[in-house]
């Protein structure tokens, strides 16, 4: 099946700072990933919809300014979360789809542990 | 939106015994319905989907039924393994006019017992 890999798998960070993470396809090109939100024991939260050379489209609620995507080439998206604080500290995984396989099938990557102290 | 509710949160069941986790959702132009496995702190692992055009499908030990009219649908494993001990996750989504988002249920954890 299709392979999307995240990194860093883990990341600590002081409050203030910004963290960047990637979400790659691998075998796969993806126009489209998605950037999920997941709290302990809870299920996870769509936050927006990251588009290959265009714009990301923010879930309600989700601030854009915070949360910075870029899509930049078919394979990679990146979710900078800018002036971290403890309150974003969250497990953040990100999700591709096959169109050449499944269009409809999400594809998820490993996740990212961000802790913000 | 969206909302897509999901039961049991916990089961528990003894190894070879069925489980059976139900969701229903809202929004009648859903067509695309995933379950995925997920371990503590893993990725959500696709087990089986089901398109609104079938009513039901199955893989091995496990199956998916879906009921277009009631909008539920729901996941059955059978002789289950301690191996299938994990928090699973129901999801509906409309696509490719609706974007293609995904909208997860609360999840049920899955504890089979020996």
């Known amino acids: 099946g299709a392979v999307v890999s995240q990194h860093p798998s883990r990341v600590i960070c002081k409050s203030g700072t910004s963290v960047k993470i990637e979400c790659r396809s691998l075998?796969?090109?993806?126009?489209?990933m998605f950037w999920y939100r997941q709290f302990p024991k809870q299920s996870l939260m769509l936050m927006a919809t990251?588009?290959?050379?265009?714009?990301?489209?923010?879930e309600q609620g989700v601030e854009k300014d915070k949360f910075l995507i870029n899509h930049a080439s078919l394979t990679l998206s990146t979710l900078t979360v800018t002036s971290a604080h403890p309150e974003d500290s969250s497990f953040y995984i990100c999700?591709?789809?096959?169109?050449?396989?499944?269009?409809?099938?999400?594809?998820f990557g490993p996740g990212t542990r961000l802790t913000v102290l | 939106g969206e909302n897509v509710e999901q039961h049991p949160s916990t089961l528990s069941v003894q190894e070879g015994d069925s489980a059976v986790i139900k969701c229903t959702y809202s929004?009648?132009?859903?067509?695309?319905f995933p379950w995925y496995k997920q371990e503590l702190g893993k990725r959500p692992q696709l087990i089986i989907d089901?398109?609104?055009?079938?009513g039901e499908k199955k893989d091995q030990r496990i199956a998916v039924t879906l009921n277009k009219t009631a909008k539920h649908f729901s996941l059955h494993i059978t002789e289950t393994q301690p191996e299938d001990s994990a928090v699973y996750f129901c999801?509906?989504?409309?696509?490719?006019?609706?974007?293609?988002?995904?909208?997860f249920g609360t999840g049920t954890q899955l504890k089979v017992e020996l």
């Open positions: 999801a509906a989504s409309i696509g490719p006019g609706g974007g293609n988002k995904l909208t």
């Open positions: 089901i398109r609104s055009n079938v």
């Open positions: 999700s591709a789809r096959d169109l050449g396989t499944s269009p409809d099938t999400q594809y």
């Open positions: 075998d796969f090109q993806a126009t489209t």
């Open positions: 990251s588009n290959e050379g265009s714009k990301a489209t923010y």
């Open positions: 929004d009648s132009a859903s067509n695309y």
